[in-house]
C-alpha cells in the first residue's frame, strides 16, 4: 500500500479442471514479498471470485479499521 491509498496485488491462480457438473475449482495465493499467502483453496468461482474481492477491500482500509473487521469476523465465528 502506497501512501496515495493505491494498492498492487500479485496474484497466483490455480484452475482445477472439474469432471461432470461440479465446474472447475479454483485455488489463489497473494504474493507477499516472496511469501505466496492462500485466500482460497479448491473454491467454485463464486468463491475465488469473493476472496479476491475481500482481499481487495481489505487492502483499501486503514490498519485500525482492517483490524476491527478481524476481531468482528472472528466474534461471529465464536457466537
Known amino acids: 500500500?502506497?501512501?496515495s491509498g493505491n494498492a498492487e496485488?500479485?496474484?497466483h491462480v490455480f484452475k482445477r479442471r472439474?469432471?461432470?457438473q461440479k465446474g472447475d475449482r479454483y485455488t489463489i495465493g497473494v504474493w507477499?514479498?516472496?511469501r505466496q499467502r492462500v485466500i482460497c483453496h479448491d473454491a467454485r468461482i463464486d468463491g475465488a471470485l469473493t476472496a479476491i474481492r475481500n482481499e481487495m477491500?481489505?487492502?483499501g482500509q486503514t490498519p485500525?479499521?482492517?483490524h476491527h473487521?478481524?476481531?468482528s469476523s472472528v466474534s461471529d465465528a465464536n457466537s
Open 57 to 59: 477491500e481489505k487492502a
Open 18 to 20: 472439474a469432471s461432470g
Open 69 to 71: 473487521e478481524l476481531q
Open 64 to 66: 485500525v479499521a482492517a
Open 1 to 3: 500500500m502506497t501512501t
Open 9 to 11: 496485488f500479485g496474484l
Open 32 to 34: 507477499e514479498g516472496t
